[in-house]
């Protein structure tokens, strides 16, 4: 999927859960109205054009349970059709349920709409009560455009105050840091807006933590890797969060323009104020392809989440909010096991894990260790002292590689077990590929890592003759070519995409490869997995610094003298990294298909329609190549994802 320069697009976590937008193309459809200006002092102005906007949200996050839902109007938010009783359960069936329920009633009022448009006078109880809704003068075009403006918004009433309750562990420190760059510390309210303050919050489109950070823009202030997450370590990332919206508001001078580019990027709210000017310009006028409902709607829904959690009792009652919890924070200086640690600190792994959210699941199944530099955050009984005596003894020199193996034609989980020297059983485990340990072509594997022999990098993509020269098992023991059976069940969690990777060397002998992009890819990944600029790899390629590639796009990249290797296990952990994030968050309730429409592109499709990841699409869909556009006409399979419940103590449901 493309990005443009600046256009951060991110869509707030109550948005994205419940979203189910129908085709709003422009701005807000109404006449630019005179808008009661505020007093230069307040700080969070609320205008009088966005008012019935903030009314609409602070009754969503306190009077709506995600039992409920409301038909509305996405251009005028106090225009509601209908009130839908929702399944509140967390499941496949509840949630299939929901989503027919939803789509009943966008089509009945869709078909209301439209037969409005056409001057039908109202006859039935349902049509008078639409056609009421309306000024008498209401000209018939404005019942079409209505039509697609339907939304349905389910109720946020628990996660809201759910949010509220986890907020008081951190409120105070949070607003101790944005005083400290001498920002309001009302934004420290934020979170309550993109994460209900829940650290393991993850969108479908790959933002993730307290503040919600894409992998891109998150990486310009923290580590974000196959190890370390700092988007999910609550202070790393709210230092992070006040920079960025300290750059914001030094570069657009108030903070409703602020505010809103921390949705919908600097850039693009950058040139929508050099064409409108001003806030309520902008809201009423502006149009793009990114500045839809989710964007034109954030600084509205800011207000509602500061004014709610601020005045919580007035909403909730008298609920009690959680505790700071005294801890120890202490720098790591070299790299250290997981199981080190809880073998000679008195902690236990659970505990280890829920304190450091920042730490990927890798670090704690063993297969790599804490990084240098990175903060640990430990029960407030292990002193700094207990560390600096115990942990000296326990710094490893170098990080654990992440060996893969991408199966060809022929191959077997047994020979390739073999010829990895590893257990088969540690193989399938690793894997999770059942007790028949099928494997099909195309689909990469992890290489259980063995402590003091290091297993020989003889993976697919960088030698496919290694795997084949060091097969022993017996002819008559060997497993049917896996190329000649049925093709296996979609197995979603395992990364499939194009990652072989072609060598060349130019007439001086320097060392290239030439690759395939595939979904989520930007030459700016190729060159951090590299180490180099971008522009070396733009000007190889003759490419503008406005280019972006799409899958599919072959890219040629510099190699180092070394060769291919630390690229290739980069790359490899960069989409085992999207999927075990994806599934950790989300299951897959049911599948449907769509007919893709003359106007659809993939970007639109994946965010607006279908509401899933580009990358999860073409899994969906591995026979189709899914570029920009798609072709008119064509069925795509897409499947209804949906958060996953949580238990108390915050690990994921199954569901």
């Known amino acids: 999927m493309t990005r443009f320069p600046g256009q951060l697009?991110?869509?707030?976590?109550?948005?994205?859960?419940i979203i189910c937008v129908h085709g709003i193309t422009g701005p807000v459809c109404r006449a630019a109205q005179p808008t009661a200006l505020p007093q230069k002092s307040e700080i969070f102005p609320v205008y009088d054009l966005i008012k019935p906007n903030v009314t609409f949200w602070t009754d969503i996050f306190t009077k709506y349970t995600r039992g409920q839902a409301l038909v509305h109007d996405m251009g005028n938010l106090s225009r509601i059709y209908e009130e839908l009783k929702l399944n509140p359960a967390r499941s496949k069936d509840a949630a299939l349920a929901n989503k027919a329920t939803k789509k009943k009633a966008l089509e009945k009022y869709r078909a209301v709409l439209l037969a409005l448009s056409k001057e039908k006078i109202p006859e039935t109880p349902l049509e008078k009560k639409v056609a009421a809704l309306f000024p008498n003068t209401t000209k018939p075009v404005a019942f079409k455009l209505a039509a697609k403006r339907l939304r349905v918004q389910t109720g946020l009433q628990e996660h809201f105050m759910e949010g509220v309750i986890r907020s008081g562990a951190l409120i105070d420190e949070f607003k101790m840091i944005f005083r400290s760059y001498g920002l309001p510390e009302d934004l420290a309210y934020l979170p309550c807006l993109e994460s209900a303050y829940d650290v393991q919050t993850y969108s479908k489109y790959g933002a993730a933590g307290l503040w919600q950070f894409t992998s891109y823009t998150g990486k310009l202030f923290m580590d974000i890797n196959y190890v370390v997450d700092q988007r999910r370590d609550t202070i790393v990332s709210t230092h992070g969060a006040a920079q960025l919206l300290k750059r914001n508001h030094e570069k657009l001078q108030n903070w409703p323009l602020a505010i809103t580019a921390y949705n919908h990027g600097l850039y693009g709210m950058s040139r929508a104020k050099n064409k409108h000017k001003t806030y309520p310009a902008i809201y009423t006028e502006y149009s793009s392809r990114s500045f839809k409902f989710a964007s034109r709607n954030f600084y509205p829904e800011f207000i509602a989440a500061r004014q709610v959690a601020k005045n919580y009792v007035k909403y909730y009652g008298n609920i009690t909010l959680d505790?700071?919890?005294?801890?120890?924070?202490?720098?790591?200086?070299?790299?250290?096991?997981?199981?080190?640690?809880?073998?000679?600190?008195?902690?236990?792994?659970?505990?280890?894990?829920?304190?450091?959210?920042a730490l990927r699941k890798p670090v704690?199944?063993?297969?790599?260790?804490?990084?240098?530099?990175?903060?640990?955050?430990?029960?407030?009984?292990?002193?700094?002292?207990?560390?600096?005596?115990?942990?000296?003894?326990?710094?490893?020199?170098?990080?654990?590689?992440?060996?893969?193996?991408?199966?060809?034609?022929?191959?077997?989980?047994?020979?390739?077990?073999?010829?990895?020297?590893?257990p088969l059983q540690d193989l399938i485990a690793l894997n999770g590929l059942g007790k028949k340990a099928v494997i099909c072509v195309g689909q990469t594997l992890r290489?259980?890592?063995?402590?003091?022999?290091?297993?020989?990098?003889?993976?697919?993509?960088?030698?496919?003759?290694?795997?084949?020269?060091?097969?022993?098992?017996?002819?008559?023991?060997?497993?049917?070519?896996?190329?000649?059976?049925p093709t296996p069940p979609l197995d979603l969690e395992i990364v499939t995409s194009d990652l072989e990777l072609k060598t060349v060397h130019d007439d001086k002998g320097r060392k290239y490869a030439i690759i395939h992009a595939t979904p989520e890819e930007t030459i700016t990944n190729y060159a951090d997995w590299l180490g180099i600029d971008a522009d070396e790899i733009r000007k190889l390629n003759k490419m503008s610094s406005t280019q972006y590639i799409s899958a599919g796009h072959e890219v040629t990249i510099p190699l180092p003298a070394s060769g291919a290797a630390d690229f290739e296990e980069k790359r490899f952990e960069f989409h085992q990294e999207i999927i075990e994030d994806f599934f950790n968050a989300y299951f897959i309730?049911?599948?449907?298909?769509?007919?893709?429409?003359?106007?659809?592109?993939?970007?639109?499709?994946?965010?607006?329609?279908?509401?899933?990841?580009?990358?999860?699409?073409?899994?969906?869909?591995?026979?189709?190549?899914?570029?920009?556009?798609?072709?008119?006409?064509?069925?795509?399979l897409y499947p209804l994802a949906e958060p996953r419940a949580k238990h108390p103590d915050g690990s994921k449901d199954l569901s």
């Open 9 to 17: 697009v991110r869509v707030s976590i109550f948005t994205l859960m």
């Open 323 to 357: 505790k700071p919890g005294q801890q120890t924070r202490y720098k790591v200086q070299g790299f250290v096991a997981a199981k080190d640690l809880v073998r000679t600190l008195p902690v236990d792994l659970k505990t280890l894990q829920v304190m450091n959210p």
């Open 364 to 422: 704690f199944d063993g297969r790599k260790y804490i990084p240098p530099g990175q903060t640990l955050y430990l029960p407030k009984h292990i002193s700094s002292d207990l560390l600096d005596k115990t942990l000296r003894s326990l710094y490893r020199t170098a990080q654990r590689p992440t060996p893969f193996h991408r199966v060809v034609k022929g191959d077997t989980a047994g020979d390739i077990a073999d010829a990895y020297k590893v």
């Open 447 to 485: 290489i259980p890592f063995k402590e003091k022999s290091r297993p020989r990098r003889t993976a697919a993509v960088s030698n496919p003759d290694a795997l084949t020269q060091s097969k022993t098992t017996p002819e008559s023991e060997k497993q049917p070519d896996q190329s000649k059976l």
């Open 589 to 636: 309730a049911g599948t449907q298909t769509y007919t893709v429409a003359p106007e659809d592109t993939t970007w639109d499709l994946c965010r607006n329609k279908l509401e899933i990841p580009f990358w999860l699409l073409q899994k969906y869909n591995p026979d189709i190549k899914i570029n920009i556009s798609v072709a008119k006409g064509r069925i795509l």
